[in-house]
């Protein structure tokens, strides 16, 4: 959840500033952030997006999750919240649900982020070795999170998918990509950021997911 007491983001990012003798227009070039976004940003006026964190991060050398602390998400609640949310199998509604039990926006910076990155993946996933990494990883990394709920449960009927003789070279690659950025320790959101850590992987099975529906 969101704690709109206190505007402790922008009092953590005037700090940093401070520290490196930092303009905030210069720090706005930086974070590719127009200074009127980046100004109602630190005044409290208007809630950074997951991708301004993660750039606001790498400009100011802080960990992103104390940034997303900073701007006061409580990002140590148990899995069963999200889990509990859907079992349908409608991607769409447990998008939706953690974007709003967060009071998150959602940022096309972070949806046009991941989709390039699957775009990526595609031709690998058709290779020898793309399929051999998703066959030795998938499971691996499924049982170090101890976890259950529908992003696993997506995982896994499209992994079974995935290796479908039957399957077809384009539904191969789309599924993999999906696969393999889910295996692949690149996420633009760190993991141990949990759960929202996992957004990320959700919203790119959902992207897989609606791309494989309009074949």
Request: hydrophobic share 40%; aromatic share 8%.
């Amino acid at each position: 959840m969101y704690d709109h007491h206190e505007n402790k983001l922008g009092m953590l990012i005037r700090e940093c500033v401070r520290e490196k003798d930092w303009s905030m227009r210069r720090l706005s070039q930086y974070v590719q952030m127009d200074q009127a976004t980046l100004s109602r940003i630190v005044n409290g006026k208007q809630k950074a997006g997951l991708v301004h964190m993660q750039r606001l991060a790498q400009a100011l050398d802080l960990p992103m999750h104390t940034l997303i602390e900073a701007a006061g998400f409580q990002i140590n609640l148990e899995e069963q919240e999200i889990s509990k949310v859907s079992r349908s199998g409608e991607q769409p509604d447990l998008i939706d649900y953690i974007f709003k039990f967060y009071e998150l926006e959602k940022d096309p910076l972070l949806i046009d982020k991941i989709k390039a990155e699957l775009i990526k993946y595609e031709p690998y996933a058709l290779t020898h070795e793309g399929e051999n990494l998703i066959d030795r990883r998938l499971g691996y990394k499924i049982e170090a999170l101890s976890a259950e709920g529908p992003l696993i449960e997506r995982l896994e009927v499209l992994y079974k998918h995935f290796k479908e003789e039957a399957l077809s070279k384009e539904e191969k690659q789309i599924i993999g990509s999906g696969l393999l950025y889910f295996v692949i320790s690149t996420d633009i959101i760190p993991d141990y950021i949990f759960p929202i850590g996992y957004l990320d992987d959700v919203i790119a099975i959902g992207l897989v997911e609606e791309k494989l529906a309009k074949l």
